[in-house]
Nanobody, 125 residues
């Protein structure tokens, strides 16, 4: 397993923006992994938010974030990003990055086997 390293969470006002980053450390195989973001709000199950395949043109978003969030990856820096705009209070959660060698970016990421430690995002009204 690979331990992913996240950064960029914090407190932001309703309507604001945040950029999350996730580094895939020290593996030349990074380019063969599909990547994704999940989130877990208090008292709720962890849910998939967005994913990007090893082909960065293939991206998938759940409907609640489509048009507000943008997922991207930099294959030189081994880093994935989630740009979040027009944040709402319901976006408050711990955000986790994930990696899966079987994920293509066409749909939901189901069972990733590599996770980040989580990054708290709080949107205040």
């Amino acid at each position: 397993q690979v331990q992913l390293v996240e950064s960029g969470g914090g407190l932001v006002q309703d309507g604001g923006s945040l950029l999350l980053s996730c580094v895939f450390p020290g593996r030349a195989a990074w380019r063969s992994y599909g990547m994704g973001w999940f989130r877990q709000a208090p008292g709720q199950e962890r849910e998939f938010v967005a994913g990007i395949g090893w082909n960065p043109e293939l991206r998938y978003y759940v409907s609640s974030v489509k048009g507000r969030f943008t997922i991207s990856r930099d294959n030189v820096k081994n880093t994935m990003y989630l740009q979040k705009n027009n944040l709402k209070s319901e976006d408050t959660a711990v955000y986790y990055c994930a990696a899966d060698e079987q994920y293509s970016g066409h749909s939901l990421m189901c069972r990733p086997n590599n996770w980040g430690e989580g990054s708290q995002v709080t949107v205040s009204e």
